[in-house]
């Protein structure tokens, strides 16, 4: 799982993610990545049990699988924040 953390543009997704489903083209409206780059990291998302999938007819919707991996990936990131900015953390 770390592994897909690991990556700029996965963690990119998976915050975005963490705001609520989505489907591929809106992801790609708000990350920094083509389309296609796009596709390929939420394919390797799904296949490591990260995100899931909900078809409303010829749309897929992307989100994460659970409340852990989003209470995970929001404090990640707020951890970064804080460490960048000079700030201590808040527990």
Not at 55 to 74: A, F, K, N, P, Q
Request: glycine share 6%; hydrophobic share 40%; proline share 2%.
């Amino acid at each position: 799982m770390f592994a897909m953390l690991a990556d700029a543009t996965r963690l990119h997704l998976l915050w975005l993610l963490a705001q609520g489903e989505s489907d591929v083209g809106s992801l790609t409206e708000q990350c920094p990545a083509s389309r296609t780059a796009v596709s390929q990291h939420l394919a390797k998302l799904r296949l490591a049990g990260l995100v899931q999938t909900r078809r409303e007819g010829r749309h897929i919707y992307y989100s994460l699988r659970d409340g852990h991996l989003r209470r995970l990936v929001t404090e990640a990131l707020s951890h970064a924040d804080h460490r960048v900015s000079g700030q201590a953390p808040h527990d």
